[in-house]
């Protein structure tokens, strides 16, 4: 007995360890990656995220100020990365490695639970191996990428923490505890770590379903007097199921979900046909994830119908075996059937009717966990005098995957990186090319950027945030009439960004020394969003120069405390503290401009406009002569 106890600690410690190594092999430098995509309106431009104290209202507005109120703690953990570290990427980075890390240790756990209770044949050493090889295969799998190194994908790592921590705390208590009382309390704690999990992603809702999922699994391996488990469990499951879809739709479900179809370009019947080929999609690039077939944003064909194309047909039979297989397996398979259960049920939400985009590969994390459960024991199995050469080759595929999951991670280093790799594996894709352009011109290649956002335009000519990057490339470029040509095309196109387009104009007025229409611009913005940096700095910049120098470095002051540098920043708020005569202050911000871009004419022009005002002739002349 005591042999076998330190034969499971020494499993253990040594699945830790390989854990630990794979995982910063991995993605330990992804650290100083960007925030790309949806990171920017999430967290980024997410001014409820600016905790600079931790006081109640700053942690309540930071948890209930994101794009989806429900996800609380999901951004109030965002708004904590802030309070600690302001936009360093490291930080956030950094959390979402310890998430993934957490989380395969509770895949390992659950694993060696669930073959307790449905492979009893095993023995512990055995039942530790497979459930190290399960965890860590699935730890090092490619694909997870897509919700570890993406940082804004922590709601669906998150939500997978606490729906794992949650069915782990509810088979404590079901099978580990006798005392009555500390049952309670670890039900008690199932039931909170399940809602925490919901207030990550909506995707928890599931969670119920699993575990009568579980409990009916349970109840054939059970006498029928044990079966007012699964009774309770199927009513409270029910309960909770259909009080979140009233509370996250309304009164009227399906009302609310087809309007949510009127901005996409498929319809409710399209997306149902098509989201069970791309469930087997999910599975090929689940179990074959070469970095070259996996992407960011796939270009997945449409279904029409059943046979349009005839892939739909094989698609929804098998479905439909997979489920006559989990009901078939129930009795003599109940791992099998559990697990078949577990990837189809926690796809369902977002493989179905919700009108969501098609694919994304982070859809995956939670429903993969335990994929290859089943696999490695019947490999274990099968071939169990070969066992050591089995691990061997279990072993070799752990690597192989790492490897791939660090050569997919290089695709992360930068957003043009990631961007380029989009448009190289969906030619077809406007976005890819919209958000390639916006990333190029955000890495100073504003021609480059022009061009493929050209290519954005043939593939789509009513993309509003084309025109809108355009607009501000020609802005940058000094080509103001064309800029507001572009602008103004913007706001007619579909999904206009009223915020961003007005706070371009305004920036386009300002240069052009059109001060009181791009007050009239920033004005409009901020009306809609008080706290939009850019149409800020416009503010102040069109104030000073309108004669209020005293609020136009209030408003300057206020963004270099949020975080803003920008050169145009302190250039307008040195020409400020000029007008009131502090001279000193205004050297001083000049310089910090010009730290920023050393080659900005302007900055260095009006530095030489102060130098001269203390009488320095030399530094004046010489910087005066920079920006001529």
């Given at each position: ?50 905790i ?6 700053s ?60 492979s009893d044949?095993?023995?512990?050493s ?15 799998n ?30 404590i ?36 379903v ?39 739709t309304?009164?009227?479900?399906l ?62 039979a ?18 099998y ?65 790492a490897?791939f999951?660090?050569?997919r ?20 894709l ?17 021609k ?31 080509d ?6 572009f ?44 706290y ?12 000073a ?54 080659e ?29």
């Amino acid at each position: 007995m005591i042999r076998d106890d330190l034969q499971k600690n020494k499993i253990i410690i040594f699945f830790i360890l390989s854990l630990a190594v794979l995982t910063w092999a991995i993605y330990g430098k992804i650290l100083n990656y960007p925030f790309v995509f949806d990171d920017l309106p999430n967290i980024v431009e997410n001014h409820y995220l600016r905790i600079n104290e931790l006081s109640i209202h700053s942690i309540v507005a930071a948890a209930t100020g994101g794009t989806d109120a429900g996800r609380f703690l999901a951004y109030l953990s965002f708004g904590l990365n802030y309070y600690l570290d302001a936009y360093n990427p490291a930080g956030y980075h950094l959390l979402n490695i310890i998430i993934h890390f957490l989380n395969a240790l509770l895949v390992f756990d659950l694993a060696k639970r669930l073959l307790v209770i449905f492979s009893d044949r095993h023995s512990s050493s055995t039942i530790q191996y497979i459930a190290l090889f399960t965890a860590l295969i699935w730890a090092v799998n490619p694909m997870q990428t897509n919700a570890v190194t993406y940082v804004v994908q922590r709601m669906t790592s998150m939500m997978t923490l606490f729906f794992l921590l949650s069915f782990d705390l509810y088979m404590i208590a079901r099978f580990s505890i006798a005392q009555v009382a500390k049952r309670r309390l670890f039900y008690l704690l199932t039931i909170c770590s399940g809602l925490a999990a919901f207030g990550c992603k909506q995707n928890a809702v599931m969670l119920p379903v699993m575990i009568i999922a579980f409990e009916w699994l349970l109840s054939y391996r059970s006498a029928r007097k044990n079966n007012i488990h699964l009774l309770v469990c199927s009513l409270v499951g029910m309960v909770i199921v259909v009080g979140a879809v009233f509370w996250y739709t309304g009164t009227n479900p399906l009302a609310t979900i087809m309007a949510g179809y009127q901005d996409r370009n498929f319809t409710m019947t399209q997306r149902l046909w098509t989201e069970s080929r791309v469930i087997f999609f999910y599975l090929s690039l689940y179990f074959l994830p070469l970095p070259g077939r996996l992407n960011l944003n796939h270009d997945f064909m449409l279904s029409n119908g059943l046979l349009d194309p005839v892939q739909t047909l094989f698609a929804v039979a098998g479905i439909i075996l997979a489920g006559v297989a989990a009901f078939a397996l129930r009795k003599k398979k109940p791992l099998y059937s559990f697990v078949i259960l577990w990837f189809f049920g926690n796809l369902i939400l977002e493989s179905s009717i919700i009108p969501l985009e098609l694919v994304y590969e982070y859809r995956v994390y939670l429903p993969s966990v335990f994929l290859f459960l089943p696999i490695v024991e019947f490999l274990h199995d099968r071939f169990l005098e070969h066992r050591k050469v089995l691990y061997m080759l279990f072993s070799t595929l752990i690597i192989v995957s790492a490897v791939f999951s660090w050569q997919r991670n290089e695709v992360w280093s930068s957003k043009v990186n990631l961007w380029s790799d989009v448009v190289s594996k969906s030619p077809n894709l406007a976005r890819g090319y919209e958000n390639l352009g916006l990333a190029l011109t955000l890495a100073g290649k504003p021609k480059e950027a022009e061009r493929v956002l050209f290519k954005s335009l043939a593939l789509d000519s009513h993309d509003s945030n084309v025109y809108l990057n355009l607009g501000n490339i020609y802005g940058d470029r000094g080509d103001y009439k064309k800029s507001l040509h572009f602008l103004n095309k913007a706001l007619v196109e579909k999904r206009p960004d009223f915020v961003k387009i007005h706070a371009a104009m305004s920036k386009v007025f300002w240069h052009m020394g059109r001060y009181n229409q791009a007050l009239s611009e920033a004005d409009f913005v901020l009306h809609i969003n008080p706290y939009f940096s850019a149409a800020r700095m416009s503010k102040g910049i069109a104030l000073a120069h309108l004669g209020q120098a005293a609020a136009a470095i209030k408003i300057f002051s206020t963004l270099e405390k949020e975080g803003v540098k920008d050169v145009d920043l302190y250039n307008n708020w040195g020409c400020a503290a000029y007008q009131l005569g502090r001279v000193d202050e205004a050297i001083m911000l000049f310089k910090k401009g010009l730290k920023l871009d050393p080659e900005h004419k302007e900055s260095h022009y009006n530095l030489g406009i102060a130098y001269g005002a203390k009488g320095m002739v030399k530094k004046a002349r010489r910087e005066m002569a920079l920006g001529m």
